[in-house]
């Protein structure tokens, strides 16, 4: 055996260990803090040629080698690096996070301390409405004038609710049950930790547009404000490849080969086809999947074979 | 090759098909029922013997063949099971039953849908007091007559943030933003799916004494009523082998074979040697490893050498 | 509290019943079998209307709802449906099936138990050679006349393999030892427990036209004979939605705009920007990107703007 | 919100930087070494600290809280550091390596790239019985004499394999396809991820004396010489509360009770009660769970109550 590996240094990220421990705010009273973190680019670089063996280090650099592991999903390297975060967030978006199971969690206890003092409170201008389009979101937002009073009567329920649980606590009832009655807003606190495929993952979800605003949020200042700095290449891949990707079903890349081939009747004969169109009303009738194309081919500045349904 | 397999049929659980569905009451309005399972003891046993070969279904009969994997902590023969459960939870026991990564979970959408109007209620004689040992825990209840008032609060906080809540959805605002300071004792329902190993691992820590009464209540439900009938060796093997069973440090079990041989003086020696009885006082000071060895003993019925310190 | 729920039935699949323990050749010697299962679409719609509360089961029927769901990359349903198979394959294979972390095994001992004896054997007609495209991959079938002299050779190694392998067993060589050098051919069995969601995504990958034969005969089969049979309109929803689905980056999106709108010129002078063509010399120069883009439009059907570089 | 929270700087390890990337010889010719790792003994107090809130960190100095976490298996802070592997070995141990799922994986792909040119090799003195006391294990070692009649086989078949494996290189085979008799003896390479708290159940499972041989070597190299130097309290815990530790189970613990009590009649009773000992006979027959027992005994130093039934 002839193995001369030299002795190692870790990898260590310049940009990010300049705001390792920073704190990010996110909605009034949150944030999102770099406690540790391990690996770079060139750490998945290398992982990846691990599996090619050696003499490819040659052959790919580095950016295009993320760059190919993210086209082809060869998530594996993404994998070896490893991020923890310390985060403060309201208990009711953390029900959220929490659901992401690929992590490792060390969160606040309300049982062993008492509870944080604080939580998330809304201005007059930031009441949201509840979409007519998606039965889970929200749309425009609440005049202002009217958000005064929701904003006040928050202010109140959340002292209120604060001062049962004081009360509850120096009557020397337990932590554990004293907290029952604590709004879904109070703050909480916790690290968590991952590795950056899953955290990718975890942000294309969350930072997606129709995901709720307050974990998207947290998601955003990740992603911007992180990884962009502890990964800039896989950073850009990501955006390149995965989180402004679009995905076309079998039948929606039939009508997009006729409407590339310049054949819209085609195209719209194919739509008839499927059931997403039926020009004999007035209007066509509502159909999920011709709706949900229509967004891809307006999103991507494609003109409609049939005309804008939506408008 | 000649592989004669004859076809198959699905176990079959009689005592666990007479209560598909069936409602088991936890809390004041919570529950459990099973909806789905898969496998049974014999499944267990089955499952091991592909990893014994063939001709192994002689030696060991299936109970001795459990008890054997149970012992031996071979977990993966308990892992062929999967059970699939319908909870009724409040939310604050929620966050700690979802802690449990290794499970598939649907829960009940409050962006979809309004809020279950169901909070969890403690009538004048539940209310626990803070524990004094243990930081994390509560002990003797409340004096009912004080009690009294602590429930009233309850009653008009919960109904108070109800108010604030179904006035926001009047308003029409968002059912995301809405629910924010709904209290924590909120019900919520949820599919939740498990394999038993991991069912088991669930069982061990939350059917603990010192865990919280809540999430104990749900977890002795689904020991005693769902996993002794599903699979009835596996259960008293687990309650013999994992449950009961007791743990002994290395340093513990120099005691014990002191204590085992007749030398009780030896016995506190070392404990004296591993600084955790100091006899110059007229007490003991605290350690913490000397008490809960202590309390192993006591559990035991097993005389401690140089008496009960915490008398 | 209200809750009147009837008692329940198991979920049947008949379709999937009348092959419970059939055995589906896959290989020379090798096989896949269900032994057990929990669940069928149904039970997948009904996960998804718990999070969506009651009342909406009028208005989504289960097919609609569960493709919606697959569009959607709603995955959590998908998990509440739970298979176990028992499969026959060889050593080689079961490396790379293994690597899928998300599934419950029990695979045949072989520090217990006498190896298998029986290895994967190729015929004269099955040799196939290095892809000079892909290097992870295989290409066309070697000439079966020089395929008789490696099918012969294969037996003789093979015979030799397990001829040491039985000396050392006779002289009383520890088994876990004795099978140190047992071929990689060598057949193993095991019984495998995965959720239809994970069920999915290992078929996603190893269905793949570039994934080796060999897994991949053994994903066909599952996919095909099984999954088709148990939950119908699931599979048919993966076909549409995922398997046959085709994603495009950013840029890709960018030139199909313009193709799509007519402006053919446009979309090359794109990829020109892009880097992806070089159109100086007499043919186009190597590039990934712009050669994996290419083999999707051929895919479709869509004629590609610059002409087919691979000629 | 007044959160003042300096920069942070991240935990290095002194004693574990000095070896980073040194190789750790293991077998003929493998090896571990480390490449990347996160976090230390103080990372999991602060994790730990931040469940309990603030003003605890005086309270509990960072030895004593990692050893009461390692007591009451409160794992989660343990989970918060995390270390990367480079290690090479056998394919066979690998099979048993890979089964650990919570972890990240990137190895040497022999579809990509020739497959190493190198087996594990046994010498004339390394052959081990098989055990006749457990059905998957091994003893003594074969006569050195007898020992160099399979060595001497062993170097033929090796060679004989790679010599049809490179046959098959040379006329044009698919490496996938190629590889498929190499020996299960065959060296691979891999990257291997994983947390503390995982990496210590590895571990516990691995170190154990009736691990196999191979395999136990690795894990034996991995916590004398990485987890030792890298979080030296953490270790030192694992072994006087885990992997020291002793666990007695319900009935075992009824017996201890009256061998610590003085009553050694009683104790026999008792184990007659369960069943384990039969007095009728010359000697006692055969009990699984009294032998357990007794080799519990055997290994604390406590004298058995109803003499020796091994000798």
């Given at each position: 055996?002839n193995?001369?590996?030299?002795?190692?240094?870790?990898?260590q990220?310049?940009?990010l260990d300049?705001?390792?421990?920073?704190?990010f705010k996110v909605?009034?009273?949150g944030f999102v803090?770099?406690?540790?973190y391990?690996?770079?680019?060139?750490?998945?670089?290398?992982a990846?040629?691990v599996?090619y063996?050696?003499?490819t280090?040659?052959?790919h650099?580095?950016r295009?080698?993320?760059?190919?592991?993210?086209?082809h999903?060869?998530?594996?390297?993404?994998?070896?690096?490893?991020?923890?975060?310390?985060?403060?967030?309201?208990?009711?978006?953390?029900?959220q996070?929490i659901?992401?199971?690929?992590?490792?969690?060390?969160?606040?206890?309300?049982?062993?301390?008492?509870?944080?003092d604080?939580?998330?409170?809304?201005?007059h201008?930031?009441?949201r409405?509840?979409?007519?389009?998606?039965?889970?979101?929200?749309e425009?937002?609440?005049?202002?004038?009217?958000?005064?009073?929701?904003?006040r009567?928050?202010?109140?329920i959340?002292e209120?609710?604060r001062?049962?649980?004081?009360?509850?606590?120096?009557k020397g009832i337990?932590?554990e049950?004293?907290r029952?009655?604590?709004?879904?807003?109070?703050?909480?606190?916790?690290y968590?930790k991952?590795?950056?495929h899953?955290?990718?993952?975890?942000?294309?979800?969350?930072?997606?547009h129709?995901t709720?605003?307050?974990?998207?949020?947290y998601?955003?200042?990740i992603?911007q404000?992180?990884?962009?700095?502890?990964?800039?290449?896989?950073?850009?891949a990501?955006?390149?490849?995965?989180?402004?990707?679009?995905?076309?079903?079998?039948?929606?890349?039939?009508?997009i080969?006729?409407?590339?081939?310049?054949?819209?009747e085609?195209a719209?004969?194919?739509a008839e086809?499927?059931?997403?169109?039926?020009q004999r009303?007035?209007?066509?009738?509502r159909?999920?999947e011709?709706e949900?194309?229509e967004?891809?081919?307006?999103?991507?500045?494609i003109p409609?074979?049939?005309?804008?349904?939506?408008?």
């Amino acid at each position: 055996m002839n193995h001369e590996f030299e002795s190692l240094q870790r990898k260590q990220v310049k940009a990010l260990d300049e705001i390792l421990g920073k704190l990010f705010k996110v909605l009034d009273d949150g944030f999102v803090r770099v406690i540790e973190y391990m690996g770079s680019d060139s750490s998945i670089a290398q992982a990846a040629r691990v599996s090619y063996g050696k003499g490819t280090s040659q052959v790919h650099e580095d950016r295009g080698l993320i760059r190919y592991l993210m086209r082809h999903k060869h998530t594996s390297p993404f994998e070896m690096c490893e991020i923890m975060f310390h985060v403060r967030i309201p208990m009711d978006s953390w029900r959220q996070w929490i659901r992401h199971r690929t992590a490792n969690v060390n969160e606040y206890s309300t049982r062993y301390s008492i509870a944080i003092d604080a939580c998330q409170t809304t201005n007059h201008e930031q009441w949201r409405m509840q979409s007519t389009k998606n039965r889970q979101g929200s749309e425009e937002f609440l005049d202002p004038k009217a958000g005064e009073e929701l904003s006040r009567k928050e202010a109140e329920i959340q002292e209120k609710a604060r001062a049962v649980y004081n009360e509850r606590i120096e009557k020397g009832i337990a932590r554990e049950q004293a907290r029952k009655d604590l709004p879904l807003s109070t703050y909480t606190e916790a690290y968590w930790k991952i590795d950056l495929h899953n955290l990718l993952h975890f942000l294309e979800l969350r930072m997606q547009h129709n995901t709720q605003l307050e974990i998207r949020s947290y998601a955003q200042t990740i992603g911007q404000e992180v990884v962009s700095r502890w990964c800039p290449i896989t950073w850009e891949a990501f955006m390149d490849y995965w989180f402004n990707a679009v995905t076309f079903t079998a039948n929606e890349l039939n009508i997009i080969r006729e409407m590339a081939s310049g054949n819209s009747e085609k195209a719209i004969q194919l739509a008839e086809e499927f059931g997403w169109v039926s020009q004999r009303a007035d209007r066509p009738k509502r159909n999920y999947e011709r709706e949900e194309f229509e967004e891809k081919l307006r999103n991507a500045g494609i003109p409609i074979p049939w005309g804008n349904s939506n408008e």
